[in-house]
Each structure stands twice: as structure tokens, then as C-alpha cells.
């Protein structure tokens, strides 16, 4: 059986891996030590937050190996399968942890936003269009807003730390700009598979193969819940 693996060259999927399976764990991790700063840090939890996003990653990586996300059918599997279900674990299971009370009731709004940092994997989405693996239109839409909303995080982080008088107003129009931008992308990526379904063309289904179906299996729903939880600590202040 032929492995579904992104058609672009070995080294850059290899600086996709290694990118995509580090950062945002990193930055994720590094809240959660932050927000636990002046309690017991729990360097178990921090562990296992590790742990599950690369056994996520692993398991994402196996079903797209087998081709299963690249088939074009609506909805698309990839969303049936990893993004709505890890959105509703975020929501339904995590949010209501004890450790996340902790988290979200000392992390700063500025810790929060800067895990958006990760969002600089936009990039990915040019390179990967480089080499004519996906749409023109998902490329630029993809990938101008994720460069665009990681780019506005440090004017941002900036004022919350200075605590300039416009601050918040500036987080929540970041905020904003930030939930169109993963909205959008989603949108167009249902958009162009129903085209693609429709002329049994290959649409965006390259981002169905390995290592690039991370991106749609992990950002949607992290973004959406790192969002939600921007909103809530802007009420909160």
C-alpha cells in the first residue's frame, strides 16, 4: 500500500515536523508553568500535556498515512474526525479540570495571547503551495491571516504589559481578527472540497496526507478554544 504522504520535498515536511511538533507544545506548556508560577509548578502535568499532543499527533499521523483524510467527501473527515472531537474535549472535558481553573485564574491575558506565536506556521502554507500541492486561494488565505494574527500578537502582548489605556481594546480587535482569520480558513477549505468533489479535482486533500494533515487536525480547534478563552479573561478584566 502507497503511504499519503505530502508531496513536497523530504526536508521540508522533516522542518514541518519538527516545527509543528515542538512550538506550540512549548508555548502551551510554558503558560501553563507560568500560571503556576507561584504555586507548587507541576512539572506531571506539564508532562502529560506533552505526552497527549504527540500521541495525537501519532495517531493523526498513522490515519493520514492510510490515506483516509485525503479522500474529498463532504464533510471532510479530517473535520468529522480530529477538529470537531478535540474542540469538544477542549470544551467538554479540559475546561472543567481542576488544573485548568488554576491555569486560566492566574494566567496573564498576555501569556494567553502569546501562544498564538504558533500561528507563524502559516508560512507553511506558501512553501507548501510552492510546489503547486494546494490552491492558490487556500494558500494566501491561510496563511497571509495565521502570519498576519502571529505578527499582531507582540504590539499587542506590548500594550497589555505596559498597560497602555487602549490595551484591551486592541486585544479584543486582535482577538476578533484572529477568529475570522481560522473561521475563514476552514470555511474555504469546505468550500474547495466541495468544488473538488464536484470536478474530481484534488482541492486542498494534500493537507489529508502526512505531516501536513497536523495542521488542520490540531490548529482549528485550538485556535477557536485559545480564542474563547482570550474573550473570557477580557470580560473578566
Same mark, same amino acid.
Given at each position: 500500500?502507497?503511504?499519503?504522504?505530502?508531496?513536497?520535498?523530504?526536508?521540508?515536511?522533516?522542518?514541518?515536523?519538527?516545527?509543528?511538533?515542538?512550538?506550540?507544545?512549548?508555548?502551551?506548556?510554558?503558560?501553563?508553568?507560568?500560571?503556576? !508560577?507561584?504555586?507548587?509548578?507541576?512539572?506531571?502535568? =506539564?508532562?502529560?500535556? #506533552?505526552? %497527549?499532543?504527540?500521541? +495525537? $499527533?501519532?495517531? &493523526?499521523?498513522?490515519?493520514?498515512?492510510?490515506?483516509?483524510?485525503?479522500?474529498?467527501?463532504?464533510?471532510?473527515?479530517?473535520?468529522?474526525?480530529?477538529?470537531?472531537?478535540?474542540?469538544?474535549?477542549?470544551?467538554?472535558?479540559?475546561?472543567?479540570?481542576?488544573?485548568?481553573?488554576?491555569?486560566?485564574?492566574?494566567?496573564?491575558? !498576555?501569556?494567553?495571547?502569546?501562544?498564538?506565536?504558533? =500561528?507563524?506556521?502559516? #508560512?507553511? %502554507?506558501?512553501?507548501? +503551495? $510552492?510546489?503547486? &500541492?494546494?490552491?492558490?486561494?487556500?494558500?494566501?488565505?491561510?496563511?497571509?491571516?495565521?502570519?498576519?494574527?502571529?505578527?499582531?500578537?507582540?504590539?499587542?502582548?506590548?500594550?497589555?504589559?505596559?498597560?497602555?489605556?487602549?490595551?484591551?481594546?486592541?486585544?479584543?480587535?486582535?482577538?476578533?481578527?484572529?477568529?475570522?482569520?481560522?473561521?475563514?480558513?476552514?470555511?474555504?477549505?469546505?468550500?474547495?472540497?466541495?468544488?473538488?468533489?464536484?470536478?474530481?479535482?484534488?482541492?486542498?486533500?494534500?493537507?489529508?496526507?502526512?505531516?501536513?494533515?497536523?495542521?488542520?487536525?490540531?490548529?482549528?480547534?485550538?485556535?477557536?478554544?485559545?480564542?474563547?478563552?482570550?474573550?473570557?479573561?477580557?470580560?473578566?478584566?
Amino acid at each position: 500500500m502507497d503511504l499519503a504522504i505530502t508531496q513536497v520535498p523530504v526536508w521540508l515536511s522533516i522542518l514541518f515536523i519538527i516545527s509543528f511538533s515542538t512550538i506550540p507544545v512549548f508555548l502551551i506548556n510554558q503558560a501553563v508553568k507560568f500560571a503556576y !508560577e507561584n504555586y507548587k509548578t507541576s512539572s506531571l502535568l =506539564r508532562k502529560r500535556i #506533552v505526552i %497527549f499532543y504527540w500521541l +495525537y $499527533f501519532g495517531i &493523526v499521523a498513522v490515519l493520514s498515512l492510510t490515506g483516509f483524510f485525503m479522500k474529498n467527501v463532504l464533510p471532510p473527515r479530517i473535520i468529522l474526525v480530529t477538529v470537531i472531537p478535540l474542540f469538544l474535549f477542549y470544551i467538554l472535558y479540559v475546561q472543567r479540570t481542576k488544573w485548568f481553573a488554576i491555569v486560566f485564574k492566574h494566567i496573564k491575558l !498576555e501569556q494567553l495571547v502569546f501562544i498564538h506565536v504558533f =500561528r507563524f506556521v502559516g #508560512v507553511f %502554507f506558501f512553501l507548501v +503551495y $510552492f510546489y503547486d &500541492v494546494i490552491p492558490k486561494e487556500f494558500a494566501c488565505i491561510g496563511g497571509a491571516g495565521d502570519i498576519l494574527t502571529a505578527v499582531l500578537v507582540f504590539p499587542v502582548v506590548r500594550a497589555l504589559k505596559k498597560r497602555y489605556s487602549y490595551a484591551k481594546l486592541v486585544t479584543w480587535v486582535w482577538n476578533i481578527i484572529g477568529v475570522i482569520d481560522i473561521v475563514s480558513v476552514l470555511v474555504t477549505a469546505i468550500v474547495l472540497t466541495k468544488v473538488a468533489v464536484q470536478n474530481n479535482t484534488e482541492g486542498v486533500s494534500q493537507f489529508g496526507t502526512f505531516p501536513f494533515s497536523w495542521i488542520p487536525a490540531f490548529a482549528p480547534a485550538t485556535i477557536i478554544f485559545l480564542h474563547i478563552l482570550v474573550f473570557k479573561k477580557l470580560k473578566e478584566e
